[in-house]
């Protein structure tokens, strides 16, 4: 009898604790969806970079092009010069404008792959050593505080936040659990 109820009671532990680790696992994956959906829109900032670049080899080659015809020009008609310096003042603006756009849009996207990378990789890194918490080890609670403060440096969006409470929670409730048993 005394060992039926131990049995009972170490069943109900088992399936408690099987529980936690299945939600865990769930969150861990739905944030690795969240990381892949992130690496998308990286990888359609650097199309649209690549698209930027183009069009600023095109105003370049525009920009060449006007400077060849205004020197051609020069000796002929002043009216002519005025032309084409307002036509080559107008491919520099754009331009320039163009240039600090890619410049922007290619540093903005090179600042999330680094940190979506080094996300991915720190949830990875949690997914392969979670079984670590339950022997006690403090390595964990680390690694958590410094994702948190790469999290913070790199003004990670609001689900890498929320991930980092629930992970936070996670091993404050596997160590509830490893007191208790």
């Known amino acids: 009898m005394t060992t039926t109820k131990a049995l009972e009671r170490e069943t109900k532990r088992a399936r408690r604790e099987e529980h936690g680790w299945n939600k865990f696992r769930g969150a861990l994956w739905g944030s690795n969806s969240k990381l892949k959906l992130w690496r998308e829109e990286r990888d ?70 680094r940190v979506i990378d080094s996300l991915h ?35 990670a969006p609001v689900e890498i936040h929320g991930l980092l409470s629930y992970c936070q929670h996670m091993i404050d409730l596997m160590a509830h659990i490893i007191r208790n048993r």
């Not at 400077?67 to 008609?77: I, P, V």
């Not at 107008?90 to 849009?105: F, G, I, M, S």
């Open 121 to 155: 990789q720190e949830a990875t890194m949690w997914m392969d050593r979670f079984a670590l918490t339950l022997n006690g080890s403090q390595e964990i609670p680390q690694l958590l505080a410094k994702a948190k403060a790469m999290a913070d440096t790199y003004s």
């Open 44 to 113: 359609q900032s650097r199309e649209d970079s690549l698209i930027l670049k183009d069009e600023l080899k095109a105003c370049f080659r525009s920009k060449k092009s006007l400077s060849q015809r205004l020197c051609e020009t020069k000796t002929n008609m002043l009216a002519i010069i005025s032309k084409y310096q307002e036509e080559l003042n107008l491919a520099t603006t754009h331009e320039h404008r163009v240039a600090d756009e890619y410049a922007q849009v290619y540093a903005e996207k090179e600042a999330r792959g």
